[in-house]
């Protein structure tokens, strides 16, 4: 069963449970995929859903800190169950130092000797790594590494 299937399945299920949060959580995320594949007109895979939810991820932390400088705690409340339902579709994340692994064998095989490398070797990176880890704090570990 691919990704998206699952988010219609779990979709479904919400509706039959009459379960309007999670109904309005996972009608959002379905339209961002279905959006996604009308605009780049293809279907697709799990990597690309992954990316997908990976966005809506990200929109939902930056609305948070909006809503919570704004003093809007009803919207701050929703936007945080909409994330930890999003979250549940990502794989296991993983640790630092499996990431600090990867880096390393990114540095090593691309021959990175300063920042100007930094493009190379997020571009291997960010396949092993989309929905594993928070790509900003990767590209971090990358720059403090390669002395930027």
Do not use: F
């Given at each position: 069963m691919t990704l998206k299937d699952r988010i219609k399945d779990d979709l479904k299920q919400a509706m039959r449970d009459r379960d309007q949060p999670r109904i309005d959580a996972l009608r959002m995320l379905a339209a961002a995929i279905q959006r996604r594949e009308v605009d780049e007109r293809i279907t697709l895979d799990d990597a690309q859903t992954l990316s997908v939810i990976d966005k809506q991820i990200k929109q939902a932390r930056e609305s948070i800190e909006q809503y919570h400088?704004?003093?809007?705690?009803?919207?701050?409340?929703?936007?945080?169950?909409?994330?930890?339902?999003?979250?549940?579709?990502?794989?296991?994340?993983?640790?630092?130092?499996?990431?600090?692994?990867?880096?390393?064998?990114?540095?090593?095989?691309?021959?990175?000797?300063?920042?100007?490398?930094?493009?190379?070797?997020?571009?291997?990176?960010?396949?092993?790594?989309?929905?594993?880890?928070d790509m900003a704090q990767v590209g971090a570990k990358v720059r403090a590494r390669l002395g930027g």
């Open positions: 400088k704004g003093g809007r705690a009803d919207l701050v409340a929703k936007e945080q169950a909409d994330l930890a339902l999003w979250q549940a579709y990502l794989p296991q994340p993983l640790s630092d130092v499996e990431i600090d692994r990867l880096i390393a064998d990114a540095v090593q095989a691309t021959g990175a000797a300063s920042v100007k490398d930094m493009g190379k070797i997020m571009a291997i990176l960010k396949p092993k790594l989309q929905g594993r880890a």
